[in-house]
């Protein structure tokens, strides 16, 4: 059975940091390819970082310099550093992972919500 568990979500004023974590179970980790989604009320979800299957990174131009993925494989764990948190990245932050053969199964975490304060 796969899990992904978020953690670390909250409350924080504009400036601040928060870091996101994502505990995976039940997939070969060091083999999946892991990302983080996010999605505002009303709108569409849409990616924030992910790692490519090369295992570089990408970020959403938005974030760029101001969030960090990790990952930890001997952890089966992901991470999301936030820095510099404006009111804007106020949303319901989900793991996502690719994974299985050919990398053809994908499977969500249940979120943790984020909400910066002006």
């Known amino acids: 059975q796969v899990q992904l568990v978020e953690s670390g979500g909250g409350l924080v004023q504009a400036g601040g940091s928060l870091r996101l974590s994502c505990a995976a179970s039940?997939?070969?980790?060091?083999?999946?390819?892991m990302s983080w989604y996010r999605q505002a009320p009303g709108k569409e979800r849409e990616l924030v970082a992910g790692?490519?299957?090369?295992?570089?990174?990408n970020y959403a131009d938005y974030v760029k310099g101001r969030f960090t993925i990790s990952r930890d494989n001997a952890k089966n764990m992901v991470y999301l550093q936030m820095n510099s948190l404006k009111p804007e990245d106020t949303a319901f932050y989900y793991c996502?992972?690719?994974?299985?053969?050919?990398?053809?199964?994908?499977?969500w975490g249940q979120g943790t919500q984020v909400t910066v304060s002006s």
């Open positions: 996502h992972a690719r994974h299985g053969v050919g990398l053809s199964r994908v499977s």
């Open positions: 039940g997939i070969m980790f060091s083999l999946s390819v």
């Open positions: 790692f490519t299957g090369s295992g570089s990174t």
